[in-house]
């Protein structure tokens, strides 16, 4: 399909998604307790992981969205951004078919968005257009171009 290959497009989802992972990785590394709390409401991984994981997922999020935004290594970092939808996507529809009633923990604490199929919607979203930069990526707007002669000097 022409319209997924244009250039605005995927330059439009670069930069949404770049911004939602930007603001929401510096939005848990500012408050890394209360984000293991939201990781813990999950109940989906042993009490040991919960605050590795808090500490080192943000980290993740915000320098994937930087280089995301940037045009360092795209297919590399949207690939990053598309595991992590679809493991964000995984635990957000586990959670509803387990009856929880958490807050998804997307923007640290700030947001207080319950999980929801509004929050699953925009999880698909996300992953469909981190997935579109994966497979259409043209280089446009970009960093560093990756060299198109094989040469690996």
Request: charged letters at 15%; glycine letters at 6%; aromatic letters at 12%.
């Amino acid at each position: 399909m022409k319209l997924l290959r244009n250039k605005y497009l995927l330059l439009f989802s670069r930069i949404l998604i770049a911004l939602v992972f930007i603001i929401a990785g510096a939005e848990k590394i500012a408050d890394p307790a209360g984000f293991a709390d939201s990781i813990e409401n999950y109940r989906l991984l042993p009490i040991w992981s919960v605050n590795l994981l808090a500490i080192s997922l943000p980290w993740v999020e915000l320098i994937t969205g930087l280089f995301l935004l940037f045009g360092i290594s795209l297919k590399e970092n949207s690939i990053i951004i598309s595991f992590l939808m679809a493991v964000f996507l995984f635990a957000v529809l586990i959670s509803l078919l387990r009856g929880l009633n958490i807050d998804c923990g997307c923007f640290g604490t700030i947001e207080g968005a319950k999980i929801g199929i509004m929050k699953l919607l925009e999880n698909l979203i996300l992953l469909l257009l981190s997935l579109n930069i994966f497979f259409n990526n043209q280089n446009y707007f970009v960093l560093n171009k990756p060299d198109e002669t094989g040469d690996k000097n």
